[in-house]
């Protein structure tokens, strides 16, 4: 990923902090909680790994969501393949112990991660072992390591992915003065069961911060860039404006001005539609809607109405919905509801107990939209 990208607005301050955090031992793992598409993986690549090498760390980078087939061996295989050439670079010499094995397709922090064909596979004891041993001769390098870990709920599987997370938190607590972790997600739920599940492996592991949402200097910055390809300047309200439309989405503002260069265009309206029809496209919002239950959609609209479902007169909201007999729907029936769509992603618990949320902002203005909610 290009460091050089003229549209990336900088975060160095942001990075700089967390850096910081990390050394001074209040904690020595974060968790950084944001939807997707909110900037997270750029600021990852871009911000916190050029602030954490210039602090003496060595930086590895793994991107769980890239490789969802098989995220376990995923996440040993890239930190073996950048444990070995960051060593290599180091010390220039033959290590006793095991030899670690590592297939082709980990290409270190700067690559792309592939997995293929090994879909449902456990993760081995001979994994496990694997992991320990790398870790160990991480810690025992010349430098600290800051271990990245982009979409880590795709581990939240504890039957599948449970002894690994806990072998995992077992090397970070050893070598925790010299291994330190950043962990990002975008599903609320996922992080939950990760981090704030009494008997979950990483229970309480890290100090878990909201990762903070793009503001106005990003699109300054962004209409500054505008300005130096095309020597045009654009409204900045209107362009704050049309940021907050797309949801403050950073992907999508930046798609915006780009094809604003790429037409000549200086009108928003415009430029904003092309953009929502690009994303409905992508998304296939339509269709995901359609795939849901009845009883589905009168859950998802009343929790857009007020994030609360088990009551009374929400109950009561859903039934008129259904065209059924006031006093149909039973809590039984929301219960399954809500664990239908919590297991697709589609919303989370806010928190407050029986309160939940639409993850993603997006879908969510969609069905605003189109339901006219």
């Not at 393949?81 to 033959?94: G, H, W, Y």
């Not at 592991?205 to 130096?228: E, I």
Request: aromatic fraction near 8%; charged fraction near 30%.
């Amino acid at each position: 990923m290009d460091r050089n990208d003229i549209w990336h607005y900088p975060r160095t301050d942001l990075a700089r902090k967390y850096v910081e955090t990390l050394n001074i031992g209040l904690s020595n793992a974060l968790a950084l909680f944001a939807p997707r598409r909110m900037g997270k993986t750029e600021f990852l690549r871009k911000d916190l790994t050029p602030a954490a090498e210039a602090a003496g760390y060595w930086v590895i980078y793994v991107s769980l969501w890239e490789v969802k087939g098989d995220p376990g061996r995923a996440l040993i295989k890239e930190i073996q393949a950048k444990e070995q050439s960051l060593l290599r670079k180091a010390v220039q010499k033959v290590r006793t112990g095991p030899k670690l094995k590592f297939g082709a397709g980990f290409m270190g922090a700067e690559g792309s991660l592939t997995v293929g064909g090994e879909e449902d596979k456990k993760i081995s004891s001979q994994d496990l072992i694997e992991l320990g041993e790398v870790m160990r001769h991480l810690a025992e390098g010349k430098r600290p390591v800051l271990l990245l870990i982009d979409e880590v709920q795709t581990l939240a599987e504890e039957a599948r992915y449970g002894a690994l997370v806990a072998a995992l938190r077992s090397a970070l607590d050893k070598y925790k003065d010299r291994i330190k972790a950043i962990f990002t997600g975008s599903s609320q739920d996922g992080l939950r069961q990760m981090f704030n599940r009494e008997k979950a492996p990483l229970y309480q592991f890290s100090q878990q911060l909201s990762f903070p949402l793009m503001d106005r200097p990003f699109v300054t910055h962004l209409l500054g860039t505008y300005k130096k390809i095309t020597r045009n300047k654009l409204d900045e309200n209107r362009a704050w404006q049309a940021f907050e439309e797309l949801e403050r989405v950073p992907l999508y503002f930046r798609s915006l001005l780009e094809k604003m260069v790429l037409t000549g265009s200086q009108d928003f309206d415009i430029a904003l539609q092309e953009v929502r029809e690009n994303i409905e496209k992508a998304a296939n919002y339509p269709e995901k809607w359609e795939g849901f239950s009845p009883m589905d959609k009168a859950v998802l609209l009343q929790i857009i109405d007020s994030g609360k479902v088990y009551g009374k007169e929400h109950r009561a909201n859903m039934d008129h919905y259904l065209g059924i007999p006031i006093g149909t729907t039973k809590v039984s029936i929301v219960q399954q509801s809500i664990r239908r769509l919590m297991g697709q992603g589609v919303i989370t618990n806010s928190g407050e107990s029986g309160s939940y949320s639409i993850e993603d902002p997006t879908f969510l203005a969609w069905v605003c939209k189109s339901e006219k909610v």
